[in-house]
């Protein structure tokens, strides 16, 4: 960011170059920029704002209307006990009372007989009175009843006392919340396509359970924007102070991060958020200008032999016409497919001025559509298994239609046969240096465009397959050639720090490739 100063009293007069009032329009608009990407920001905040209180008072509303519902419950169950414990002691004390209202009666009848059995004069017919009321007596329930009630009135056993369950309600609160996290710049690595944020707490809380950190990819630096094009990707139950994403694709300038604090019951606020660059180099390949026999997709080709026939035969029409010779490709292979080591040009029509001509003849080429002008660059390649031959590396945008990798001064490759013979070599300006390694199975190209350096490397074990030194004089674009099988690329790719180290001694260690090696025209 420029800082602006205005001086007072200047005169009217005096001028201002072009360059300083475009530097003050760029500061400008800058400024504009970040102030709307800020008023974005409030908005979407108060937006959020409106939202969340709302849903924190239905959530609220919900949560007091549950405790109700469950007073309620715990009210009707309580108030259900009374009523059955009042139930059964009453149906006792009623079963006791009815019993005792038959026993009465019954000894008040026998009572009554036996003081009627008094006046009895005979002698005989009284003994025998006495004898039954003496047995009525013995067998009276009166005399088997228990006079103590069987229940009390008493019903203080369903008394209830909610004084402790009163101070807990009136000690209801919000939930603490954990405070928000510190992620820490100098501490977060970007390296070999990962990324490792660190973060710590401005103050010690035994109470986090796990964090939760939340990342996007932009294109835009500094703070994240409302309207950005991504979305934001959660990773969920962090239990430490540190997070490595890894294996990512590099396919936008920067990565925004923002980490918050989770207990048991709620998460905290998110942490500042922080921006960090990384940039890589991204490209497709070029569909546009590739052999017709070639099929192109993104970042990968395959050969196709049947690719273009009616396109061949107007432009071999045309050519004829121009009194150019281009061998049929059949006279080259019995099986119809020609060989890619043979140039069956004579002669070359004029380039089609305005855009860039299809390769064609034996070229089977096709190049990334993302020129390299300056800075490191890496990308990786992968063959197909039964692929015959392929080549791979860097060209300028002159390189010719019928051009092939390595067999001019303006591109540089390492070739793989695997077509009648096995041959492993690096190519430039048609000189050609066997490689004695293996092929491995991806080749990771590193390309230093300031440093003029092209190198090929094993890109699992990182071993060193060839260099090249050239003082590149124009853009690059990464090259490939393929015949008889296909590739696939790996690109939005860093530098790996292995190949890093292996740069900073492999000058000392190039007497063997310089062979190859020269300033490119």
């Not at 329930?141 to 019903?155: E, G, I, T």
């Not at 793989?416 to 390694?437: G, M, Y």
């Not at 393929?482 to 260690?509: D, F, H, I, Y």
């Amino acid at each position: 960011m420029y800082l602006l100063r205005v001086e007072v009293g200047r005169r009217d007069s005096e001028c201002i170059p072009k360059e300083a009032l475009q530097r003050i329009i760029s500061t400008l608009a800058n400024k504009n920029d970040e102030i709307q990407n800020f008023i974005d920001t409030l908005n979407q905040t108060l937006k959020g704002v409106q939202e969340n209180s709302s849903n924190i008072l239905s959530e609220l509303d919900e949560e007091f209307d549950s405790l109700y519902s469950i007073l309620d419950e715990v009210k009707e169950s309580m108030i259900n006990s009374i009523k059955q414990e009042q139930a059964r002691k009453s149906q006792e004390l009623q079963s006791q009372l009815s019993q005792c209202n038959n026993a009465l009666e019954n000894s008040e009848e026998l009572l009554e007989f036996a003081t009627r059995s008094l006046d009895i004069k005979e002698p005989e017919e009284f003994s025998k009175a006495a004898r039954q009321i003496k047995d009525r007596v013995t067998m009276a329930s009166a005399f088997r009843l228990s006079l103590k009630p069987k229940v009390s009135d008493n019903m203080t056993h369903l008394m209830v006392d909610f004084s402790q369950e009163r101070q807990i309600l009136q000690t209801l609160k919000f939930l603490p919340v954990p405070k928000a996290p510190e992620i820490d710049p100098v501490e977060c690595l970007v390296a070999d396509n990962s990324v490792t944020v660190a973060w710590r707490m401005p103050e010690e809380d035994n109470k986090i359970d796990h964090f939760i950190m939340e990342y996007r990819k932009t294109n835009f630096d500094g703070l994240p924007r409302v309207k950005d094009e991504r979305c934001w990707e959660i990773v969920d139950n962090i239990k430490g102070t540190e997070y490595t994403l890894s294996g990512l694709k590099f396919d936008s300038k920067y990565m925004n991060f923002r980490v918050r604090a989770c207990n048991k019951a709620v998460a905290g606020e998110f942490s500042d958020p922080v921006t960090l660059e990384t940039k890589a180099l991204n490209f497709n390949l070029d569909n546009s200008s590739s052999h017709l026999n070639l099929k192109v997709e993104d970042t990968c080709v395959e050969w196709d032999p049947t690719g273009g026939k009616g396109q061949d035969s107007k432009i071999k029409g045309k050519e004829n016409k121009g009194s150019v010779h281009v061998t049929s490709l059949k006279k080259h292979s019995r099986s119809g497919t020609p060989s890619p080591k043979r140039t069956s040009v004579g002669s070359r029509p004029p380039a089609v001025r305005g855009s860039r001509d299809r390769f064609t003849g034996e070229s089977y080429t096709v190049l990334g559509d993302t020129a390299i002008e300056s800075g490191q660059h890496y990308w990786e390649v992968k063959a197909q298994k039964d692929c015959k031959s392929y080549s791979v590396g860097v060209a300028y945008k002159t390189l010719g239609k019928f051009d092939q990798l390595g067999k001019t001064n303006t591109s540089w490759c390492i070739h793989v046969n695997n077509w009648l013979q096995n041959t492993f070599a690096a190519k430039h300006n048609n000189k050609v240096k066997a490689l004695d390694v293996a092929v491995p199975e991806r080749i990771g190209v590193f390309c230093d465009f300031d440093g003029g350096q092209l190198s090929f490397y094993d890109a699992n074990s990182k071993q060193l397959l060839y260099s090249f030194k050239a003082k590149f004089t124009q853009p690059v674009l990464p090259g490939f050639m393929v015949w008889c099988g296909g590739l696939s690329l790996s690109t939005g790719m860093q530098v790996p720090s292995a190949v890093r180290t292996l740069q900073k001694n492999e000058n000392g260690m190039t007497g063997s490739t310089s062979s190859l090696n020269n300033i490119a025209q």
